[in-house]
């Protein structure tokens, strides 16, 4: 059964590769290691969404029943978005879970993540707090996840007023990341999100 | 980006060189085997199916996915609801190869065959297509007598051939009116 998958792989990696799409950087894809069983994919952010100008790593592990069930994908680069863990990237997507069709192919799933990141379904979260600000504060995660596209996918824009929030609390002794989750949790409230730091921190010790 | 772009910029010079129209050739071969390919192991399909739908696959291939999900049987390619019951083999005219007898896969489905209608009337009795009947009633002897006369124009219809299911139906209909009649018979005597 192994060798279906590894066969089929290799069939849709030497298609992807051609793929139009590649050509135009909008998805790409790259071996891990030899056996075709760990993929390393590639997505831009689509334009007129926080993501563009960003590009986004994702973990694909082909499983030995690979096609009759998905693979499994995670971001690892670190997105804001309210289908993805900002935690552990992990991503809630009909297709990579019931929905999957064995007709389906590593293009089409990167594409499908490509759409996925220009339209959230913020009923269906992965993540309920990006959720809720989605749902809340659309402009606050329009703000945030551009943020975090120029921070963690070397998108272009530079805001900042974010970066001095940021910059209050690392000077505190706060890790950057730690901050910026808190601070992107707390719709940028500095005072709730230094808050919220200290009391993880007391809980901790 | 920058490795893009160079990408970009290769693709953009291949593309006005001399060999295009091999090129071109080449890409239309590899569609046309493409078309046959199945849409699960992407391999030319071995034991051709096809679902109702019109997608290609290889039996194996097909009955698997089925298998790995038995609640939702739908059609890889467009979702639409298949069953293994409702699929047609494609016989193409190369050779059949032996099934692989690692694959514990059931036979691929047969094809179902019927047989074309028959048009040959049935000429029985020597009296040729016009089909003379004879008939004598008790009952509403005149009228009957009538009716059973004048049907010359008409023909009847052929005997259904031997084995199709029709043939089967009459089979049993003829026995059911032999034993309906008997046990008229018999309430008649008792009487």
């Known amino acids: 059964m192994a060798n279906i998958a590894a066969q089929r792989i290799k069939r849709e990696f030497k298609e992807v590769i051609k793929s139009e799409e590649v050509a135009k950087c909008a998805i790409k894809v790259e071996l891990v290691n030899d056996s075709f069983t760990e993929l390393k994919g590639e997505i831009a952010g689509p334009p007129d969404t926080p993501y563009e100008g960003g590009n986004f790593v994702l973990e694909i592990k082909v499983p030995e029943t690979y096609p009759f069930n998905p693979p499994k994908v995670r971001f690892i680069t670190k997105i804001w978005h309210p289908n993805i863990s900002s935690v552990t990237g992990a991503i809630c997507l009909d297709i990579l879970k019931d929905q999957w069709a064995a007709a389906m192919t590593l293009r089409t799933v990167l594409l499908s993540l490509q759409a996925l990141l220009s339209a959230a379904e913020p009923d269906d979260p992965q993540d309920a707090v990006v959720a809720k600000q989605y749902k809340e504060q659309p402009e606050m995660f329009r703000q945030t996840a551009k943020h975090w596209t120029s921070v963690y996918a070397g998108g272009p824009a530079k805001m900042s007023d974010l970066d001095d929030k940021i910059r209050r609390l690392t000077d505190m002794g706060i890790e950057e990341h730690n901050a910026r989750v808190a601070l992107s949790s707390y719709n940028w409230d500095l005072e709730r999100a230094t808050e919220q730091l200290f009391m993880t921190v007391m809980a901790k010790n | ?191």
């Open chain 2, 1 to 191: 980006m920058s490795k893009c772009e160079l990408a970009e910029m290769s693709t953009a010079k291949e593309q006005p060189g001399p060999s295009k129209p091999s090129g071109s050739a080449q890409e239309e071969k590899e569609r046309d085997e493409r078309m046959f390919e199945c849409n699960i192991c992407l391999d030319t399909a071995k034991d051709a199916v096809v679902s109702m739908c019109g997608h290609l696959f290889c039996w194996p291939c097909l009955y698997q996915w089925l298998e790995t999900r038995p609640a939702r049987q739908l059609c890889p390619v467009c979702k639409a609801a298949i069953s293994k019951e409702k699929v047609i083999p494609l016989y193409g005219r190369g050779i059949t190869k032996q099934e692989d007898p690692r694959n514990n896969v059931p036979p691929r489905p047969a094809g179902q065959r019927s047989e074309p209608e028959a048009n040959a009337g049935f000429s029985g009795f020597g009296f040729g297509e016009g089909g003379f009947h004879m008939s004598f009633g008790i009952g509403a002897f005149p009228f009957g007598f009538f009716t059973s006369t004048f049907n010359f124009g008409e023909t009847r219809p052929g005997a259904a051939p031997r084995g199709s299911p029709q043939f089967l139906e009459e089979q049993f209909l003829s026995k059911v009116f032999l034993w309906v009649a008997l046990v008229f018979i018999c309430w008649l005597v008792m009487a």
